[in-house]
């Protein structure tokens, strides 16, 4: 089971960015997805999360500005990022919570993509 993001890139502020992430492997069903950034010497930090039925949570800091969605029958998630402000600036990991098999699963993570905002 793997998770491929793509997206990332530099882009000034205010601009808009959209990141994807993919699942693929011997996957028996999905729970929840998600994304998290982490800047150096930061702590991993939750952006969004979507449940299997499209409930979705933010982050206080990109409440009305990002849009987190996913297409269950392509095991895919997306983060539509909008007036991005140079704080945004981080790497941005997809995260899945992947069942192989029924009560088998664990937490699953990308390899990270880099967002640069510019002033």
């Known amino acids: 089971v793997q998770l491929v993001e793509s997206g990332g890139g530099l882009v000034q502020a205010g601009g808009s960015l959209r990141l994807s992430c993919a699942a693929s492997g011997s996957i028996f069903s999905i729970d929840d997805m998600g994304w998290y950034r982490q800047t150096p010497g930061k702590q991993r930090e939750l952006v969004a999360t979507i449940t299997s039925g499209g409930r979705t949570n933010y982050a206080d800091s990109v409440k009305g500005r990002f849009t987190i969605s996913r297409d269950n029958a392509k095991k895919t998630v997306s983060l539509q990022m909008n007036s991005l402000e140079p704080e945004d600036t981080s790497v941005y990991y997809c995260?899945?919570?992947?069942?192989?098999?029924?009560?088998?699963?664990?937490?699953?993570w990308g390899q990270g993509t880099r967002v640069t905002v510019s002033s």
């Open positions: 995260n899945a919570q992947i069942f192989i098999s029924p009560g088998v699963g664990d937490d699953y």
